[in-house]
């Protein structure tokens, strides 16, 4: 089994989900289907070759990366 290193949610982000959102449409502009990256929870330590990055929305989307 994998060892978990960071978790955690968007109660903890500096500025709400909807700010963001409405920042990034205005200045990039988003289109259906754009993934925001956010950045990591604190505590969570530096990724090396092999790791693995996971991430899921509720039961709509997940997703994997293998660090090269």
């Not at 993934?35 to 990591?40: A, E, H």
């Amino acid at each position: 089994m994998a060892k978990r290193a960071g978790a955690g949610n968007t109660a903890l982000m500096l500025f709400p989900v909807a700010t963001q959102i409405s920042y990034l449409s205005h200045v990039y502009g988003l289109s259906a289907g754009d993934l925001i990256y956010t950045g990591t929870p604190a505590g969570v330590a530096a990724m090396h070759s092999g790791d693995v990055l996971e991430l899921s929305l509720a039961d709509l989307v997940s997703a994997r990366w293998e660090v090269a």
